[in-house]
């Protein structure tokens, strides 16, 4: 019987280890939870430049984007658009856009590169459904577009705790050290 509360114990540290590593992993919260997903490409963008905007999730035919940085652009039916960002956009300035679809409101962030080489790293900026709006930001790490090393060496000392926890216990239990 203590085998099965052991690997049932286990089986829970898992699970609990795949559910919140994720989310420890959210970023610094500048994109919001949606309903829908959107998104902003590139990251960071020279003045000038023209960046990607995508939306997806909205049930109704069209998304309006609004920023300080470009003109208003409406998404129809899912396909992409694009804006040209103005050319006196400052650099390194981090100018907030805003994607609503029928009043639901999300925003990310898009930064004005600050030299002249174009300044496009092609990341993408934009919060997507559900849970995984934790995994896309222009966050401050190197691996922005995933757990970072401290999540996942996190995770797997967890999951071989709770393994190596099953097996003494099994083998206590079989042993009839119980």
């Not at 396909?79 to 907030?96: F, H, L």
């Not at 999540?151 to 119980?178: F, K, S």
Request: charged fraction near 15%; proline fraction near 3%.
């Amino acid at each position: 019987m203590r085998v099965i509360r052991a690997a049932s114990a286990a089986l829970l540290g898992a699970v609990a280890v795949v559910t919140v590593a994720p989310l420890a992993a959210a970023g610094d919260g500048s994109e919001d939870i949606t309903s829908f997903g959107f998104s902003v490409t590139p990251a960071t963008i020279a003045p000038g430049g023209t960046v990607t905007l995508t939306s997806d999730g909205c049930e109704v035919p069209s998304v309006t984007v609004t920023s300080t940085v470009f003109e208003t652009v409406t998404l129809s039916e899912g396909r992409p658009g694009t804006a040209t960002v103005d050319v006196d956009a400052k650099a390194g300035t981090q100018y907030e856009i805003t994607f609503d679809c029928k009043g639901e409101r999300g925003t990310t962030k898009l930064t004005i590169a600050q030299d002249d080489t174009g300044g496009t790293t092609g990341h993408d900026t934009g919060a997507h459904k559900g849970v995984k709006a934790g995994y896309g930001t222009a966050a401050s790490g190197a691996d922005a577009d995933g757990l970072g090393a401290t999540e996942l060496v996190t995770g797997v000392l967890l999951i071989a705790g709770a393994l190596g926890a099953a097996v003494v216990l099994t083998r206590r239990h079989a042993d009839g050290r119980a």
